[in-house]
């Protein structure tokens, strides 16, 4: 049995939380949610309380149908993802391994909802959440702002702020602030990585897009994991997880 009142979130001792668990259900606009993740995931931090309730979030995903279960899969990715630990620190991938393992597994069956294949959005951060638990640091943060078809990223060279467009108008870079009102005066295309050849984690997650069924998202992917222009030639995803 957890001892919740020897354990803290970021309004101090967690004795709150087992009762929050047990009131919120599936909708996503449950304002149970907002407060759970107030408490275990606040401004991105996470606390001792927070680990403890993975396996509470992997038992009310268990419990629920595959629509259903993303808010604690989701709550969890942000759990786990987190590395700003505001407690003493460790590693969920040993003190939580089996927990993350059902949560993978979870996932993965929610990967399989018919439902998804007119929801963009979800599969996306659905995949971001399978990536989290697989332990690859960062996209479990940043892959769903593939959805946003932007990223704002500092040049590693001179640290500009660089926008990565990637939609309906192109795809380009910019260093020109009148980006946000899509009066550009500016732009750079991006030099996409080929799947076929690229290195990491490109090819992978490229071949599991297409045959998931999502090819818009697919045809983003190259650029994300491409290069941009800003004085010169930069990696996208160095910088986007230099700033995670």
Known sequence: MTNWSQLQHAYG??????????????????????????RLYHQGGVYSASYAALPELAAKARQWSLAERRMPLYLADQIVASRDIRAEVVD??????????????????????????????????????????????????????VNGEEYGVPCPACFSENFIVFGEGGHYSTADEMYFKRQLAHTIPLQPQDPATADGLLPRLHARVLSDGHPEVADKLPYLFGHAHCGELFSIPEAILARW
């Open 13 to 38: 001792t967690a004795e709150d939380i087992p009762g929050l668990l047990d009131a919120v259900g599936p909708d996503p606009q449950d304002p149970g949610w907002d407060a759970l993740a107030s």
């Open 92 to 145: 969920p991938f040993v003190t939580h391994s089996a927990d993350i393992t059902e949560l993978l597994a979870l996932t993965e069956e929610a990967l399989d909802d018919p439902a998804l294949a007119d929801d963009s959005l979800n599969y996306v951060q659905l995949l971001a959440t399978l990536l989290s638990f697989e332990g690859v640091e960062g996209w479990g943060e940043h892959l769903d702002q």
